[in-house]
């Protein structure tokens, strides 16, 4: 047998957004990567070349179990998710099968397989209602389904690691944005949604009065950080929040987007939803493990990143979610289109 000598890596969702990104990341540092996504909110073109990709889901123990065992991975990272914070209130069965079940056919596959690291992107969804800024020392109160799933993940890797000892490196993004997102999602990632809108020539929607406030975070200041985590000891068995520093509001966002077109602001205000208000985190813990974190990326340049992109990529019909399960309470401009 041949030995291997390059690290070999799998990421989930690699036809995603933060998934493709980290696979890219990962590329950069000399890794062999594997690509895993089922294409439902991935698309193939996003797969960076020189990455194998591989069509599937995480929820399929058949898939899983033949791909890890017949080509071992020394790193895990696992980004595929339905990051839908608001909706997961309607899809809580989807939200779980998709969110646990699936991080749990991973990290089963991981314990039989010897993986030496496994990298898991949780979210600052954990901590729900907190006091601000975020940070880890908190005991998360997840205020959704999708912060519940998380959370229960987290718990989850941690006693894989008691028992088993699994390493693992757990990361809380937030509000990441940036090229390569799908644009076309009605429910989340308001940064495209808003540029989508733009493009459409329709108004920017508003939940509330705009003033909720996020830090919302580049893509280059979070993949690079995630790619290196299993080559940094500090960082094993640990949980670090990473994204921007300074919140904004929504309604400042929404400026911001319209600056990055030439347009004039154009926003509608819809009836506000059940969401957490106010949401930004501490990174002192993350560049206590990673000094050579640089300052994060500002907004304006950000946005205008991305833009430049979208405009390059075209606007997208927006996609409805097929499989609502409880409409009670359903924001009614989530509700089916006839």
């Known amino acids: 047998m041949t030995q291997r000598t390059r690290t070999r890596a799998l990421v989930t969702g690699a036809a995603g957004f933060m998934g493709r990104h980290v696979a890219a990341a990962c590329q950069k540092l000399g890794m062999e990567v594997v690509g895993l996504d089922d294409l439902s909110g991935g698309f193939r073109e996003n797969v960076p070349d020189g990455v194998r990709f591989v069509e599937g889901s995480v929820n399929d123990d058949a898939l899983i179990h033949r791909l890890t065992e017949s080509e071992p991975f020394d790193f895990i990272y696992h980004l ?4 839908a914070e608001g909706l997961s209130h309607f899809i809580r069965r989807f939200n779980y099968t998709n969110n646990v079940t699936g991080s749990v056919t991973l990290i089963n596959a991981a314990v ?13 969804a954990v901590y729900g209602k907190n006091q601000l800024p975020m940070t880890e020392e908190l005991v998360p109160r997840p205020e959704d389904p999708y912060g519940i799933a998380k959370y229960a993940v987290e718990l989850d890797l941690a006693v894989a690691h008691e028992m088993f000892g699994l390493p693992y ?13 799908n644009i076309a999602d009605r429910y989340r990632n308001v940064v495209g949604i808003f540029m989508n809108q733009t493009l459409r ?26 790619a290196r985590a299993p080559l940094v000891p500090a960082s094993y068995n640990q949980v670090f929040n990473i994204g921007a520093d300074r919140p904004c509001s929504v309604m400042e966002l929404a400026h911001e987007v319209a600056r990055s077109f030439g347009v004039a602001p154009n926003m509608k205000h819809l009836d506000p939803r059940n969401e957490v208000v106010h949401a930004y985190s501490s990174h002192d813990k993350l560049r206590s493990a990673f000094p050579e974190l640089t300052q994060p990326v500002p907004l ?8 430049d992109w979208v405009k390059r990529a075209g606007p997208r019909p927006p996609v409805e979610f097929e499989n609502i399960e409880i409409t009670k309470n359903l924001p009614p401009s989530w509700a089916k289109r006839a």
């Open 80 to 83: 595929a998710a339905y990051a």
């Open 112 to 124: 039989r397989t010897g993986v030496r690291c496994f990298v898991f992107t949780s979210s600052i």
């Open 169 to 181: 490196v757990i990361f809380r993004p937030h509000n990441v944005y940036g090229e390569y997102q």
């Open 201 to 226: 020539g329709e108004p920017m929607t508003v939940f509330g009065d705009g003033l909720q406030t996020r830090a919302f975070s580049y893509i280059d200041d979070v993949a690079p950080i995630i």
């Open 300 to 307: 304006a340049e950000g946005v205008r990143r991305m833009a």
